[in-house]
């Protein structure tokens, strides 16, 4: 199968980039990690393709005010450096070495992750999880929707065909915060059966803030956060990691409850180590 015949629209301007999109039957290429596949199989079918890789005031990755400012542009293996400092760093070092092979990485970008919204994708749950926001840019001005409440469903999304993901904000992970990630997959390069992501902030040995968040307990990913009240307010012990496993699976998930269980508790053990 050949892919349809599309127009090609090389922008040059993020003026530009917004007219083209502003009609809604365009699909945006960045890293086209997705896209190109879907264009191939006919499963994407837009009239327009706009080519965002020369707008490079996209590509933007600044930290000011506690807050990661990631762009559209910024490809997956940046975060593979010491680009970012500290525990947010950590988690995305930690993340970013899962996301398909090297190839990918280098081509691939964060918020076309986020806007592909595959049910098992690793950067949807880091997001959902540290409790990011997304902004929205079309043509009647831009709308910032939490990425809790941005994915809707398997490859689905409250962005509307017409609007650009601008900006992805990722709170910076105050000190003392340990980061863990521990994923189920067949083999290499593909998306993982299940996956656990945690990020735990210890004072005074007791924990003050955590954050667990699950892939595939659900059609997109989901903040466990049953088992954070358990974690909250107690030592960073076995039996409270054990404890948080447990609840973090009472949340009826469809998909292999015993390797959810598994997986929170390594992905907790891990963070633990960091604290």
């Given at each position: 199968m050949t892919a349809a015949a599309v127009d090609y629209v090389a922008a040059g301007s993020y003026d530009e980039v917004r007219a083209?999109?502003?009609d809604g039957d365009a699909s945006v290429l960045a890293g086209g990690q997705s896209l190109v596949h879907d264009l191939a199989r006919r499963t994407a079918l837009p009239r327009r393709l706009v080519d965002i890789n020369r707008v490079t005031e996209l590509a933007t990755l600044t930290e000011t005010d506690g807050v990661l400012r990631v762009g559209p542009l910024v490809r997956h293996r940046v975060f593979e450096s010491s680009a970012v400092g500290g525990a947010l760093g950590d988690l995305l070092?930690?993340?970013?070495?899962?996301?398909g092979h090297p190839p990918v990485r280098a081509r691939?970008?964060?918020l076309g992750s986020l806007a592909y919204a595959h049910p098992a994708a690793e950067w949807p749950v880091m997001a959902v999880t540290v409790g990011a926001d997304i902004d929205l840019t079309g043509p009647d001005g831009t709308r910032t929707v939490a990425a809790e409440r941005f994915f809707?469903?398997?490859?689905t999304t409250v962005r509307r065909p017409e609007e650009l993901l601008a900006e992805v904000r990722l709170p910076v992970l105050p000190a003392g915060t340990g980061t863990g990630y521990a994923e189920d997959r067949r083999g290499p390069g593909i998306y993982p059966e299940a996956a656990v992501l945690a990020a735990v902030t210890v004072v005074d040995d007791v924990i003050t803030a955590a954050?667990?968040?699950?892939?595939n307990a659900g059609p997109c990913p989901i903040r466990?956060?049953?088992?954070?009240?358990?974690l909250i307010g107690t030592s960073f012990s076995d039996s409270a990691i054990i404890a948080a496993a447990d609840a973090a699976v009472r949340l009826d998930a469809e998909f292999a409850p015993h390797a959810l269980r598994a997986l929170t508790r390594r992905a907790l053990t891990q963070a633990r180590e960091g604290t």
């Open positions: 083209a999109l502003a070092r930690l993340v970013v070495r899962n996301i691939g970008t964060m809707t469903g398997p490859f954050a667990i968040g699950l892939v466990a956060r049953q088992a954070e009240r358990v």
